[in-house]
């Protein structure tokens, strides 16, 4: 049985209220394709929801950043849950919280989430991929592409296709901080290398795009490998 290995970013499980039509165009095509044979380990990231939390208590209280990374993580435990609701039935009774201890199921979907502090959603994901011997990462994501600088703030910058774990890595640089708002983790990244990963950037919200990726077909966003 193939397994499909999706780190899904919060900012699209709840960009600023919950984004219900999403979640239900995700199921449908996930139903869909375990129907198919295939299996599912669908790591939730804390997103927006994080960072409103983290930015909300520095603003009252000075906190260390370990304080502010479990903040983090329980808002990807919570959106883990949600995201698990979804599926009631075809997923495993545990959230996966430790990467080290994979859940021992029948199932074909999993749902995992935030670890420790240090460690982003992303990281847990290629941690499972490396546990399950599995060699691709969907990291979906409220951008289309990773581009060469931030388009937020330049204008001109150029969007990136395919890139090496190299180049991919002088754009992010080493350092991870918690609430860090990148395609894809330093840490996780540099651990991606290691691993001959491959790591495919995709814009969440075009179902109809990540069903192409998952049947092989051309789509939209950017490949690092």
Not at 2 to 21: A, E, F, Q, R, Y
Not at 22 to 36: A, D, G, Q, S, Y
Not at 57 to 85: E, F, P, Y
Not at 150 to 156: A, G, T
């Amino acid at each position: 049985m193939k397994t499909i290995i999706i780190s899904l970013g919060g900012s699209i499980i709840v960009p600023d209220s919950i984004n219900t039509g999403f979640l239900t165009r995700f199921r449908n095509l996930v139903n869909e394709l375990i129907m198919k044979d295939l299996r599912f380990v669908i790591i939730t990231g804390g997103g927006n929801t994080a960072r409103k939390y983290q930015e909300a208590a520095k603003g009252m209280i000075r906190l260390t950043g370990r304080d502010l990374d479990w903040l983090g993580i329980h808002c990807t435990r919570l959106n883990a849950q949600l995201v698990k609701s979804l599926f009631k039935g075809y997923t495993s009774e545990s959230i996966i919280k430790n990467p080290e201890k994979m859940v021992s199921t029948k199932k074909n979907i999993v749902i995992g989430a935030g670890w420790k502090p240090g460690f982003s959603t992303d990281y847990i994901a290629v941690r499972i991929a490396k546990n399950l011997g599995t060699n691709t990462i969907i990291n979906l994501s409220n951008i289309k592409y990773v581009y060469d600088r931030d388009p937020k703030k330049y204008p001109d910058a150029k969007k990136i296709e395919r890139i090496s774990w190299k180049d991919f890595r002088n754009i992010v640089g080493d350092r991870w901080d918690p609430g860090l708002h990148l395609p894809f983790d330093p840490i996780a990244a540099k651990e991606g290398e290691k691993l001959n990963l491959k790591v495919a950037i995709i814009e969440g919200r075009d179902i109809d795009n990540l069903r192409n990726f998952i049947e092989g077909k051309e789509f939209e966003g950017t490949l690092i490998e």
